[in-house]
T-cell receptor, first 114, second 109 residues
Framework: EAEVAQSPRYKITEKSQAVAFWCDPISGHATLYWYRQILGQGPELLVQ????????DSQLPKDRFSAERLKGVDSTLKIQPAELGDSAMYLC????????????FGPGTRLTVT | GQQVMQIPQYQHVQEGEDFTTYCNSSTTLSNIQWYKQRPGGHPVFLIQ?????EVKKQKRLTFQFGEAKKNSSLHITATQTTDVGTYFC?????????FGTGTRLKVLA
């Protein structure tokens, strides 16, 4: 069964450093999502792509976060500089299209900022 | 902006008891999805509801979408230890989903 791939699975970084996460969606999925999940809370949408275009990034802290999906396939989420409050699980998900298609989540990247 | 709340936040049940979680949106939804996240895992899609008043069943799980399309519920009959996890609803206004706060279920054997 096809899965969403993410790397790294775990990342420990010091505050003020740069960090990047990678996501490879299920083949053929046009929509890609990056979510941030703080322990005990629901996933919060950071950015949504349709192919290579950003559909929504209203909750993305653009002063320090950036996301790209250059060829409409895999995607990278970057944080620079990292802050202590960025410690969370970063989840990537993909779907065949925008709502109402089901989302398939990757295993996530657990980020700890020290 | 749109908000999606779930109650209760936590629920502990004895194995064999029933469980229900409720999802309420501040705005009318076009559709709603339910996900299950096991401890240490990632959300896994369970089901999607689109029509007003829709009811869907998956074995011991029953999902309902409210008539006004602003609320939904998930009911588990005769819980089992394999039901442990956090259940999230995700409501869509137009093209994006807002996840609820989740209900964490613990099942005591």
């Amino acid at each position: 069964e096809a899965e969403v791939a993410q790397s790294p699975r775990y990342k420990i970084t010091e505050k003020s450093q740069a960090v990047a996460f990678w996501c490879d969606p299920i083949s053929g999925h046009a929509t890609l999502y990056w979510y941030r999940q703080i322990l005990g809370q629901g996933p919060e949408l950071l950015v949504q792509f349709q192919d290579e275009s950003v559909v929504d990034d209203s909750q993305l802290p653009k002063d320090r976060f950036s996301a790209e999906r250059l060829k409409g396939v895999d995607s990278t989420l970057k944080i620079q500089p990292a802050e202590l409050g960025d410690s969370a699980m970063y989840l990537c998900a993909s779907s065949f299209g925008t709502a109402p298609y089901e989302q398939y989540f990757g295993p996530g990247t657990r980020l700890t900022v020290t | 902006g749109q908000q999606v709340m779930q109650i209760p936040q936590y629920q502990h049940v004895q194995e064999g008891e029933d469980f229900t979680t409720y999802c309420n949106s501040s705005t009318t939804l076009s559709n709603i999805q339910w996900y299950k996240q096991r401890p240490g895992g990632h959300p896994v899609f369970l089901i999607q509801l689109v029509k007003s008043g829709e009811v869907k069943k998956q074995k011991r799980l029953t999902f309902q979408f409210g008539e006004a399309k602003k609320n939904s519920s998930l009911h588990i009959t005769a819980t089992q230890t394999t039901d442990v996890g956090t259940y999230f609803c995700a409501g869509a206004g137009t093209y994006k989903y807002i996840f609820g706060t989740g209900t964490r279920l613990k099942v005591l054997a």
